[in-house]
């Protein structure tokens, strides 16, 4: 994993999968980005522990076949290099519609 193209290959594949958990178990994610002791989720994105966490959790609800291909350790490191874009959309905001 030492190459620019090897990484933005891994991006390319795991960017989908990634998304498709975070879309169905936002609900479950949002509480693990809170952080300790009322830490905001920005602040949280900046903890490695916040972050390993939501991946720790994410990576077993990945398909089958991504599993096989990448190992844990391998999509924590990936998902920690690239939590901004990854767990961002997390950290935003809740837009309420007003009637």
Partial sequence: MNTTSECEGLSDKL???????????????????????????????????CVRKVASF???????????????PVFVSFVLNNREKILGPLTAPVQLSTP
């Fill in 15 to 49: 960017t989908a999968p990634i998304m498709a958990v975070i879309d169905k178990q936002r609900s479950t994610l949002t509480p693990m980005l809170q952080g300790g002791a009322g830490q905001p989720a920005q602040a949280a994105l900046r903890d490695d522990e």
């Fill in 58 to 72: 994410c990576y077993p609800l990945l398909p089958v076949l991504v599993r096989l291909a990448i190992k844990e």
